[in-house]
Structures are given as C-alpha cells and as structure tokens.
C-alpha cells in the first residue's frame, strides 16, 4: 500500500505565500512523477504543476512565475511554494505521484492521490 499525505494547507491574505508538502510512504519501490492537482468549487480537477524523476517540471500557465514546485526524492516528498497568491487560487489541492510499489515478489505501477489540502485566498 502507499499513501500520500499533504500538509500546508490554510487561509492566506491575496499577495501571500504558502508551501504545501507531500510525502508519499508505503512499499515504494521508485516514484516517477509527483505533482499537484486543484479543484475549485463548481469546476474540473486541473493539474497546477508536475515534477517528472530526472527533474524536469511542468506548470499551468495560471501559476507560471508565481508557484515553483521542488521534490526531495530521498524523502519520497514533492513541495508546492505559492507566491503571491490570487483569490482564484482558491481550490482544494491535490497531491498525486505515479508510484511503483512492491507488492510480494512483484512490482506494479499504479497514480495515487492523497486526500487533498484546502488553500483559500482572501481578497
């Protein structure tokens, strides 16, 4: 089993920060990717930022220069750093990581999610 817990959540004032953590524990044989996902009420899941194994990092275009995404890959952890925060950066956020876990003698990959964090930007 793997399980991803994310902390950092809470209420901030607009132009604010927040980091949001992630740590994914269990029987974790290697981790590919690692991101965050957002849902706003009334709207789609949508992806905010993913940082794939050799390091590389994908953003929305919504928080391109504002939120910078970082993993520890010792610590199995991926990190969120939201500068200069928007009310419309109001969501629950959603840590996700393609993980490969052992499962007996075998090996399977398989998208987990943790259980989301809630960021609210007051105007």
């Known amino acids: 089993q793997v399980q991803l817990v994310e902390f950092g959540g809470g209420l901030v004032q607009a132009g604010g920060s927040l980091r949001l953590s992630c740590v994914a524990s269990?029987?974790?044989?290697?981790?590919?990717?690692m991101g965050w996902y957002r849902q706003a009420p009334g709207k789609q899941r949508e992806l905010v930022a993913v940082?794939?194994?050799?390091?590389?990092?994908n953003y929305a275009d919504s928080v391109k220069g504002r939120f910078t995404i970082s993993r520890d890959n010792a610590k199995n952890t991926v990190y969120l750093q939201m500068n200069s925060l928007k009310p419309e950066d109001t969501a629950v956020y959603y840590c996700?990581?393609?993980?490969?876990?052992?499962?007996?003698?075998?090996?399977?990959?398989?998208?987990?999610w943790g259980q989301g964090t809630q960021v609210t930007v007051s105007s």
């Open positions: 269990g029987s974790i044989f290697s981790i590919s990717a």
């Open positions: 940082c794939i194994g050799g390091g590389s990092t």
């Open positions: 996700n990581a393609d993980v490969t876990a052992y499962r007996g003698i075998y090996k399977s990959s398989d998208v987990y």
